[in-house]
């Protein structure tokens, strides 16, 4: 728990220590299933009379079974009919999507879930007045949850299953996971699961896995906002007290060999290619974790990382990047580039493997480190003042089974790492042969079909209410007083210049400040504007070249955006108290005499005419510019 006074809300998370890495192999995808299925309720929420309900729940249950053993094509069809059929009769007591009924009637916002490798989390943000009745449908909804309405929802992830399988992204990344790991779950049992499973599913399976990672001892409850600690406890105790924690199996492992060759595969899509590159590094905890985290931020910090500067600010490539990805067994990190016109993808993975080499000799600038410490310090501040990244912190040490001591230390751990310490994991992770790539190149995207079945629409009265949902909004509660703010108490006002109003609130939270200024003036009255931010990341100053202010904005911590809409530019820095002043004369140099030479602009221009290309070959692109 956190207390954080800001709003009168609270953001909560019920987090489970199970992901699709505990699926079973021939049916993966189970726990995101399961994610699904406990926003259907259970035997008081989500149901008018569950007595009623349960003889054809159970039915559907065994019809599930014997389609997942049969094999005869017509004989699944014949079982799936009738599936079809007393899903209807069932569908007579159920009240769907309850749950979000119940939260939105209270003024949620934000209700969701996600499952990933190692974990599956329910999260919610409600008002402050509404903790008692987040605390009783909580805890009544992850016991003897009700799997109703199951075929339906499988419409629901088959469609999940199909965007995946049409986003150039996943299939670059599966294709990815599947080089780097061939017997671990991360790279050989995706959270949504394969094709074949997704269409044979097993609620008995689903039961077994929720009984066995479902348990209190395998849960965490994170609760950031404006709560009292000692009240919220209390609560707590007083709705959870009566879950039984059960013995979790034992642990599972799986070992991967060495990597001692290059391996490269080619993926498909329209539009944008691009090359990606990964080398196993190590899992959450391991002592050098944290000298590869400063060493992907050499590599990436997005402004004066060497890809930003040597590759991106110089335009050598049309985009690259870089990213670490820590996990409870494996740890990898992640290169990216995407070419220009007429540069290949061996051109690009062999410029990210340059930016590598640098680091391995050592040819990097000592000012860096700290800056880098720096930033993520700056990154921590501001996220304490979010309750979702509150939130987060707290469940990344739950999840990674990090003693909360160590994990809040990790800033001081940074701090002791040294530049040699930087160049010894770089020599000892990043070999010239001990990684995989994948190339994804413009050309016709291999979709497998997913192929739904025949799901007859369920009529439901939406006005209906559960009694469990009755007695939970019955709960007494107090409302919440609005408090305005007021001028000269909360913020102040003053007269930069004519017609020019400067506002001030200080952030009570911490050290860190926002400096924006909006001008009335966008692409509507010069489109030439929608130019000028990308130009303005590719110019210097008439005291600094370009690459020389990029390191000077991540030197002070501070950063530096221009953005433009139809009617309205707007320019923010945002940095560390302490460096208020010399940013904003960095900002105002920029600002009043930008410089940038014809190459440099040329080269913008064709990046932005390559982008538009692929973008015009790109489905999601088009989907968008239609949408829009």
């Known amino acids: 728990l956190t207390q954080n006074a800001q709003e009168p809300r609270f953001y ?40 009623a309900e349960q003889p054809y729940l159970e039915q559907i249950e065994a019809l599930y079974e014997q389609h997942f053993s049969e094999t005869d094509e017509q004989r699944r069809a014949e079982i799936y009919a009738e599936i079809n059929r007393v899903s209807q009769q069932a569908s007579m007591y159920a009240v769907p999507n309850e749950i979000d009924t119940l939260y939105n009637s209270m003024g949620a916002s934000g209700l969701n879930a996600h499952t990933w490798h190692e974990e599956t989390v329910y999260k919610v943000s409600l008002p402050a ?21 199951f075929h339906t929802e499988l419409e629901v992830v088959y469609e999940e299953k199909n965007r995946t399988l049409d986003n150039r992204d996943r299939i670059a990344y599966y294709a990815l996971a599947d080089l780097l790991y061939k017997n671990h779950p991360y790279g050989q049992q995706s959270t949504i699961g394969d094709a074949e499973h997704l ?38 105790s007083a709705e959870f007290s009566d879950w039984q924690a059960k013995p979790l199996p034992p642990e599972q492992t799986w070992q991967e060999a060495p990597i001692t060759a290059v391996e490269r595969v080619t993926v498909t899509y329209p539009g944008q290619e691009e090359v990606q590159m990964a080398f196993r590094t190590v899992p959450n905890g ?45 740890g990898s990190q992640r290169l990216w580039g995407v070419p220009r016109d007429g540069q290949t993808l061996a051109e690009v993975e062999a410029l990210l493997l340059e930016q590598l080499d640098i680091i391995k000799r050592g040819e990097f600038e000592d000012w860096i480190l700290p800056a880098i ?31 909360w001591d160590y994990h809040v230390t990790q800033m001081a751990r940074l701090q002791a790492v040294t530049r040699q310490d930087i160049i010894d994991v770089a020599n000892r992770y990043f070999g010239d042969d001990n990684y995989v790539a994948v190339h994804r190149v413009d050309g016709p995207a291999v979709i497998p079909p997913v192929d739904k079945p025949q799901i007859d629409p369920v009529q439901i009265d939406p006005s209906r209410q559960s009694p469990f949902a009755a007695q939970i909004l019955a709960m007494p509660y107090e409302e919440i007083e609005p408090t305005f703010l007021q001028a000269g108490r909360d913020y102040e006002i003053s007269e930069y210049a004519p017609n020019v109003p400067l506002y001030y609130a200080r952030n009570p939270l911490n050290e860190l400040f ?76 920029l600002i009043s005499d930008p410089r940038a030479d014809e190459d440099t602009f040329s080269q913008l221009k064709e990046t932005i005419l390559e982008a538009r290309r692929n973008q015009r070959e790109d489905p999601q692109a088009i989907s968008q510019a239609l949408y829009l």
């Open 12 to 51: 909560a998370e019920v987090a489970v220590r199970a992901g699709s890495k505990q699926d079973p192999a021939d049916a993966t995808g189970l726990a995101h299933y399961l994610e699904h299925l406990l926003f259907k309720g259970n035997r008081s929420l989500g149901t008018l009379d569950y007595s």
């Open 129 to 149: 007045n509404r903790l008692r009745q987040w605390a009783a449908i909580e805890a009544d909804r992850f016991v003897d949850p009700v799997f109703r309405l």
């Open 199 to 236: 269409k044979n599913p097993s609620l008995v399976y689903i039961q077994e896995y929720f009984d066995t990672w479902y348990v209190p001892n395998n849960m965490a409850i994170f609760i950031s906002g404006d709560i009292d600690i000692d009240e919220t406890m209390q609560i707590i």
């Open 286 to 330: 391991h002592p050098d974790q944290e000298a590869l985290m400063l060493l992907d931020m050499i590599l990436d910090n997005r402004t004066a990382g060497l890809i930003n500067l040597n590759l991106n600010q110089r335009q050598r490539v049309q985009a690259a990047g870089s990213s670490p990805e820590f996990l409870n067994d494996y």
């Open 373 to 403: 410490v720096n930033d993520f310090r700056r990154m921590n501040m501001r996220g304490l003042e979010s309750n979702t990244a509150r939130v987060a912190d707290m469940r990344a040490a739950f999840l990674s089974d990090a003693d």
């Open 514 to 589: 926002t400096l924006n200024i909006s001008i009335d003036v966008g692409t509507e009255h010069n489109d030439l504007l929608s130019l000028v931010s990308a130009l303005m990341g590719k110019a210097g100053t008439a005291t600094l070249s370009a690459e020389e202010l990029q390191k000077e904005w991540y030197r002070l911590g501070s950063d530096f955006g221009l953005s433009s809409s139809a009617n309205e530019t707007s320019i923010a820095i945002t940095g560390l108290d302490s460096q208020f002043e010399e940013t904003l004369v960095l900002m105002l140099e």
